[in-house]
Nanobody, 120 residues
Framework: QAQLQESGPGLLKPSQTLSLTCTVS??????????WSWIRQPPGKGLEWMGT???????YYSPSLKSRTSISRETSKNEFSLQLISVTPEDAAVYFC????????????WGQGTQVTVSS
């Protein structure tokens, strides 16, 4: 079983950059056929996929967030990270990291999520 844990600051001011890290236990982030995603859920809204980094390091982003989002990884630490620049109050959400199994076509393991608030 994979275990994922998000970490990062929970409170930001508008225009700041959100940086979150997902630490993965029990399984390498470079192993096929898995990919690793960031997903968020604003209050009262549904889940929103933000982007994914595949086992080969290729990245894929939501078109609506692509200009502000960057996903990277640190293989030596078995971690992957999210950066979202120029945050606004609309970026307030619970942010999740998840493992995507390409054989299933679905996210099969999730972190517990971390609350991010954006307020001046």
């Amino acid at each position: 079983q994979a275990q994922l844990q998000e970490s990062g600051p929970g409170l930001l001011k508008p225009s700041q950059t959100l940086s979150l890290t997902c630490t993965v236990s029990s399984g390498s982030i470079t192993t096929s056929p898995y990919a690793w995603s960031w997903i968020r859920q604003p209050p009262g809204k549904g889940l929103e996929w933000m982007g994914t980094i595949a086992d080969d390091g290729l990245t894929y982003y939501s078109p609506s967030l692509k200009s502000r989002t960057s996903i990277s990884r640190e293989t030596s630490k078995n971690e992957f990270s999210l950066q979202l620049i120029s945050v606004t109050p609309e970026d307030a959400a619970v942010y999740f990291c998840a493992r995507h199994d390409r054989r299933l076509g679905a996210n099969d393991y999730w972190g517990q999520g971390t609350q991010v608030t954006v307020s001046s």
